[in-house]
Structure formats: C-alpha cells, structure tokens
C-alpha cells in the first residue's frame, strides 16, 4: 500500500512559481512511475508530468513544457513539480500518483492506482 500526500499549493501572481511536493510512504514507492495530474472546475483531470521510476525519463503536457519540471528524490520518498512562469490557466488542484506496475509513466489517468488527495494552486491575473 502506497499513500501519497501533496504540499506546496498556495495563491501566486501570474509569473510566479511554486514547487508541489508529494511524500511518498511504503518501502516499493522507489519502484513506482509517478505523475502529476491536475483538474480545474468543470474540466476532466488531465495529465501534466510523468517520471520513469528510475527518474531518468520525463514528459510533460503541451501546455505546460518548458515551464515546469517534475522530479524525484527516492531516498527522502518525495517526487517534486517545479512551475514557473506560472498563467492563470494553471489554476487547478494537483494531484500527485503513483503506477503500480512497469517502468514507464503514463499519461491516462486510470494507469495509476494510488493518488493524493490533492492541493490547490490559484495563479492571479
């Protein structure tokens, strides 16, 4: 069993940055793929980053290469979103999962199996 608690979320001006954390309990968690999803008000939950579960591969949405960053410290059980020059289009809640099985990160949602409960990000205009 996996559990996964996100902190970092808060209310920023457009420009700005901040960096989400996930901590990450249970001793297979250094095995796991890992992904950052968010969801906005009316919307669907959409993919936004992935790392392999050696973190040597990443990828990212469209909307949002090049802006940030997402990576991962096995020892300390933590995978981190970094996000600059963050838009008000970024307004969502993060969430943070982890894939239960293969190498690879996904960018489905119902790839993962065990999810965080979430963090707010509200970027002003």
């Known amino acids: 069993q996996v559990q996964l608690v996100e902190s970092g979320g808060g209310l920023v001006q457009a420009g700005g940055s901040l960096r989400l954390s996930c901590a990450a309990s249970?001793?297979?968690?250094?095995?796991?793929?890992m992904g950052w999803f968010r969801q906005a008000p009316g919307k669907e939950r959409e993919f936004v980053a992935g790392v392999s579960w050696t973190g040597a591969n990443t990828g990212y949405a469209d909307s949002v290469k090049g802006r940030f960053t997402i990576s991962r410290d096995s020892a300390n059980g933590t995978v981190y979103l970094q996000m600059n020059s963050l838009k008000p289009g970024d307004t969502a809640v993060y969430y943070c999962a982890a894939r239960a099985a293969g190498r690879s990160f996904y960018t489905n949602t119902d790839a993962y199996n065990y999810w965080g409960q979430g963090t707010q990000v509200t970027i002003s205009s």
């Open positions: 249970g001793h297979t968690f250094n095995m796991y793929p």
